[in-house]
Each structure stands twice: as structure tokens, then as C-alpha cells.
């Protein structure tokens, strides 16, 4: 509609400003759903050599730089690296194996491996995830695992119940 010449209201004009206010939401406070915001180089720009198993044996990302959510597991083909447990999830699917050994870079000290049965998960705080909308991030003790939901948000979790989500993410399951 317009009014001696002047638009009263545009769609197109109602929508950049939505997408102004969307981005700039992130940078108005620190929280996000009453959880501060992580900031922490993930992927590295420029990473050090935490594997020399460089690509994901499912996606080919470079491990090097998701080297905090980076994995390694055995089936009956041998051993395969991934640069998430989404990938884990997708590969075990595509070999029809189960993964076993699994092994998981601990999520603020990507240079330590862990078993990734004896980790805890934080799944959907605000860190970024790898190759996921919700990430699933590990740590070695309950204890750092539940102080890094306080901060960041998210659930403590199990390796068997992040893999499950992983797979439900992978196949569209709810």
C-alpha cells in the first residue's frame, strides 16, 4: 500500500530487519537460553598435528582441525578415524557394523584420548558441533562434564545415548 507516494509496509523491508535483529542477537548479551556462549577455536584455523590420521574415514574433513571432537573405533574391517560422532554414527551404518574400542578426543584437551564408554558427553550446550546441529562433546570425569552444562548448557549424557541421537540426527528420527 502507499500513501502520497511512500510505502506504508514491505514485506522486504520487514524481513532485512528481522534478519538485523537475528543477527545481532548473539552479540547483544552472553547467554543463549540462560547459558554463556563458548567461544573456543573449533575448528582451528591453524592446528597442530594432534593425528596422523588427517582425513575422516566418512566425510574427509581434516581431523586436525576438529581434533576436539575427533574419533577412532575398530569393526571387522579394520580401524577407522572420524571427525565426529556423527560420522561415527554414519559410518558404522554404512559398514551395517557396530564400532568397538571406540576412542574420543576429550573435548578441552583434544590431545588426550579417551574410551569413549568411560567418557561423559555434554549434548546440546553451546558448543559448536561437528557435523551436527546439537553438539556432543566429551570429557573424562562426570564432574567436568556437569560443570561445563552449568556454564554452557546442555545435558550430561552417556556415549551410548550420544551415539543414538547422533544416529536419529543422521536418519531424521525423532
Known amino acids: 500500500m502507499t500513501s502520497g507516494g511512500k510505502k506504508l509496509f514491505s514485506f522486504a523491508r520487514l524481513a532485512g530487519v528481522v534478519a538485523v535483529v537475528l543477527l545481532a542477537l548473539p552479540a547483544l548479551g552472553t547467554t543463549v537460553h540462560r547459558a554463556e556462549r563458548l567461544t573456543i577455536e573449533h575448528p582451528f584455523r591453524s592446528p597442530q598435528k594432534f593425528t596422523d590420521h588427517e582425513r575422516c574415514d566418512n566425510c574427509g574433513m581434516d581431523r586436525n582441525k576438529y581434533a576436539r571432537t575427533r574419533y577412532e573405533f575398530e569393526t571387522d574391517r579394520g580401524t577407522h578415524y572420524t571427525c565426529s560422532i556423527a560420522c561415527v554414527a554414519v559410518l558404522g551404518m554404512k559398514l551395517n557394523e557396530q564400532s568397538r574400542n571406540v576412542r574420543v578426543a576429550e573435548y578441552l584437551h583434544p590431545e588426550k584420548m579417551l574410551d569413549a564408554g568411560r567418557a561423559f558427553y555434554v549434548m546440546g550446550s553451546t558448543a559448536p558441533g561437528t557435523m551436527t546441529a546439537v553438539s556432543k562433546i566429551a570429557f573424562e570425569s562426570r564432574k567436568?562434564?556437569?560443570?561445563?552444562?552449568?556454564?554452557?548448557g546442555g545435558k550430561v549424557v552417556g556415549f551410548s545415548d550420544a551415539?543414538?541421537?547422533?544416529?536419529?540426527?543422521?536418519?531424521?528420527?525423532?
Open 144 to 152: 567436568k562434564a556437569a560443570a561445563f552444562a552449568a556454564r554452557y
Open 163 to 174: 551415539l543414538d541421537a547422533a544416529r536419529k540426527e543422521a536418519t531424521g528420527e525423532r
